[in-house]
T-cell receptor, first 113, second 113 residues
């Protein structure tokens, strides 16, 4: 069953702690993305990767980091530098060619304790 | 900066009413346009898309959208909504040559049975 798997579904972060959100896809897609969804603000792009071992900052990259060591995996780390991390985080992928639609995971809700 | 605007954040309709959700984008050249939908408890998924050709595109579940280039708009329509259309709808734009899909803030639609 092809798709995108995000884990965990819910995550709690303590002050000063780094946390990592997992995203795995078995669609053989080249491109992967991380979006942050806040009520009334839609989806905002954090980071994206067009190919393995390469990634670019999106519109709100400050306080986040990513890696793309494998085609199927694109983990997102929310660092202590992100002062307002409470949000719903969505991972997506696409075949990478221009005009391709995005496939989304089920999301991770991150909250601060 | 490239941006997408959705005109209504919340819409409440009765069943069988007609629906039109507005979407405008900032000028940025040739575009690919999408409407995504997020039903309660489900993944964000593609509703319909426009790449080229006939500016009136049809999607799943009786939805359609019209691309009006002169107005930089891509409004979503449905002649008669159903209770099952209750969801959040996102307009999105991918500027040709880019990898960043930009989303609007979303419109929450509630259909009363």
């Amino acid at each position: 069953d092809g798709g995108i798997t995000q884990s965990p579904k819910y995550l709690f972060r303590k002050e000063g702690q780094n946390v990592t959100l997992s995203c795995e896809q078995n669609l053989n897609h080249d491109a992967m993305y991380w979006y942050r969804q806040d009520p009334g603000q839609g989806l905002r792009l954090i980071y994206y990767s067009q190919i393995v071992n390469d990634f670019q900052k999106g519109d709100i990259a400050e306080g986040y980091s990513v890696s793309r060591e494998k085609k199927e995996s694109f983990p997102l780390t929310v660092t202590s530098a992100q002062k307002n991390p409470t949000a719903f985080y969505l991972c997506a992928s696409s075949a990478g060619r221009n005009n391709e639609k995005l496939f989304f995971g089920s999301g991770t809700q991150l909250s601060v304790l | 900066a490239q941006s997408v605007s959705q005109h209504n954040h919340h819409v409440i309709l009765s069943e069988a009413a007609s629906l039109e959700l507005g979407c405008n984008y900032s000028y940025g050249g040739t575009v690919n346009l999408f409407w995504y939908v997020q039903y309660p408890g489900q993944h964000l998924q593609l509703l319909l898309k426009y790449f080229s050709g006939d500016p009136l595109v049809k999607g799943i579940k009786g939805f359609e959208a019209e691309f009006i280039k002169s107005k930089f708009s891509f409004n979503l329509r449905k002649p008669s909504v159903q209770w099952s259309d209750t969801a959040e709808y996102f307009c999105a734009v991918l500027f040709t040559g880019g990898f960043k899909t930009i989303f609007g803030a979303g419109t929450r639609l509630f259909v009363k049975a």
